[in-house]
């Protein structure tokens, strides 16, 4: 009869190491989530704003990198 104690606290000890494993990853992913939200969107929503108001302020050296850039990229592409 000990042995089938046994077998039941090892199933719940196991159930309950699964639930808090559980629940530690999904509380993971939701830092993950924020991490990301916060780390890469914000930053390269800056980005393209800077990049948008110097085009703005001056456009013919925009045009000129994107031109050198429209080159390089078709340069790199070719078969």
């Not at 924020?34 to 929503?45: D, I, L, N, S, T």
């Not at 800056?46 to 925009?62: E, F, G, M």
Request: glycine share 8%.
């Amino acid at each position: 009869m000990s042995g089938n104690n046994r077998t039941a606290g090892t199933e719940s000890n196991a159930s309950q190491a699964h639930d808090v494993s559980h629940r530690v990853a999904e509380r993971a992913m939701e830092y993950g989530q924020g991490a990301a939200q916060h780390y890469v969107k914000e930053p390269a929503r800056d980005l393209i704003s800077l990049a948008k108001d110097y085009a703005k302020d001056h456009p013919d050296v925009a045009a000129c990198w994107a031109f050198a850039f429209g080159i390089v990229v078709g340069w790199k592409m070719k078969p």
